[in-house]
Each structure stands twice: as structure tokens, then as C-alpha cells.
T-cell receptor, first 110, second 117 residues
Framework: SQKIEQNSEALNIQEGKTATLTCNYT??????LQWYRQDPGRGPVFLLL?????KEKRKERLKVTFDTTLKQSLFHITASQPADSATYLC?????????FGTGTRLQVFP | GAGVSQSPSNKVTEKGKDVELRCDPI?????LYWYRQSLGQGLEFLIY????????KSGLPSDRFSAERTGGSVSTLTIQRTQQEDSAVYLC???????????????FGPGTRLTVT
């Protein structure tokens, strides 16, 4: 069955460093991969979408890579700030439905 | 403009009662999704509406769950004879019609926290 894996352990990093989150998947060939941010008590917020024929996508301090051979996406936040602390979800799609990972909690401390 | 809204924000109900959860999507969005999120879990897909097409109900966990979307806009998720395991946050999302790729961007509401006692 389709499976999406994100590190369930929280990632703790110091302000100013680059945070790197990983999303691995199996038994799936997504046409699109998305990253969302979720704060406690709120719904997820869309951040970035990358297509299967794209290797990398950037938006401000965010960078996403998509390796369809490794079946992996990496999500980077450069110059991280305490305000970046949240749970980050990856989601895959090749139809109209998204399949979400369980998310990785990022904590950026001063 | 206004985002996706959901009501109520919190609902506490007794086991065995029926509940209705409401979602108002972003105006002009043709796709509407319902998800369930339990504590520490990922988003579990429940049902998907796209325009006037028949909904994709493949994620509904039992026949106690149903949803409708009236006039291609507002949607109601109904849970009959609620059980304690139904306790979760129910999230609604909508997507714009689409140019390539964009129809997969989903815009989420704040969710309804359902507690079944």
C-alpha cells in the first residue's frame, strides 16, 4: 500500500541555521508533491508545490527538492527563525486527492 | 478574500447522538475535501466533491458518515450515532479550478474539534 514517511521525532535547531525535513514515499508515483505548514489548533497552510519533472523549487527562504528515483523530497528553511516553529506536512498527489504524511515538528530556538 | 470557514469550532456530544459539521469553501473553488485528524496522526481523507460530479466517498470509515454539498458551495458532514473513536478534528479544504498543478493546492479551514463523551 502507499506509504509516506516523515520523521516523527521533532527537529530542534538554532535560529539562523538551515532546517531540513525529509519526506519519503513508497508504492506510489506522484505527479505532484506539496508541503504544508500546520500550527497548533489550525488547519494546514499550503507552502509549495513541485511537479515530478521539477528537481527543485524555491520560495523566499524555502526550498523543496523532489527526487523521483529516490522517492524522496527534502524541504529546507534557510536562516530559520523561531516563527518557523510548526509542524510541516508533505502530501502527494497523482489524482485529485492528496495523501498526507504525519508531519514533522520543527522547533527553532533563539 | 475570505478563507474557508467551518462551524462549529468545537462540538462536544454524547455517544450515540448525531452531529452535523459545516464547511463554507472559498468562493469560486470547485473542489471540496473533508479530512479527519486524530491527535498525533496525519490527515485522513474522508470525501471529495468536484463540481457536479459524483463525490468520491472512498475514505468514509463507515456508513455512519455521510456528506453533501449543496449548490456546489456549502458542505455538511454528518456523523450518525457517534462513537468515542469519532473524536478528532475534522478539517475541510477547497481547491480552485485549474490551471496546470494549481487545482491540487488545498486551502484549509480551521477545523471542528469533535469530542464524543
Amino acid at each position: 500500500s502507499q506509504k509516506i514517511e516523515q520523521n516523527s521525532e521533532a527537529l530542534n535547531i538554532q535560529e539562523g541555521k538551515t532546517a531540513t525535513l525529509t519526506c519519503n514515499y513508497t508504492n506510489y508515483s506522484p505527479a505532484y508533491l506539496q508541503w504544508y505548514r500546520q500550527d497548533p489548533g489550525r488547519g494546514p497552510v499550503f507552502l509549495l508545490l513541485i511537479r515530478e519533472n521539477e528537481k527543485e523549487k524555491r520560495k523566499e527562504r524555502l526550498k523543496v527538492t523532489f527526487d523521483t528515483t529516490l522517492k524522496q523530497s527534502l524541504f529546507h528553511i534557510t536562516a530559520s527563525q523561531p516563527a518557523d516553529s510548526a509542524t510541516y506536512l508533505c502530501a502527494l498527489a497523482n489524482t485529485d486527492k492528496l495523501i498526507f504524511g504525519t508531519g514533522t515538528r520543527l522547533q527553532v530556538f533563539p | 478574500g475570505a478563507g474557508v470557514s467551518q462551524s462549529p469550532s468545537n462540538k462536544v456530544t454524547e455517544k450515540g447522538k448525531d452531529v452535523e459539521l459545516r464547511c463554507d469553501p472559498i468562493s469560486g473553488h470547485t473542489a471540496l475535501y473533508w479530512y479527519r485528524q486524530s491527535l498525533g496522526q496525519g490527515l485522513e481523507f474522508l470525501i471529495y466533491f468536484q463540481g457536479n460530479s459524483a463525490p468520491d466517498k472512498s475514505g468514509l470509515p463507515s456508513d455512519r458518515f455521510s456528506a453533501e454539498r449543496t449548490g456546489g458551495s456549502v458542505s455538511t458532514l454528518t456523523i450518525q450515532r457517534t462513537q468515542q473513536e469519532d473524536s478528532a478534528v475534522y478539517l475541510c479544504a477547497s481547491s480552485p479550478p485549474g490551471r496546470r498543478g494549481s487545482k491540487y493546492e488545498q486551502y484549509f479551514g480551521p477545523g471542528t474539534r469533535l469530542t464524543v463523551t
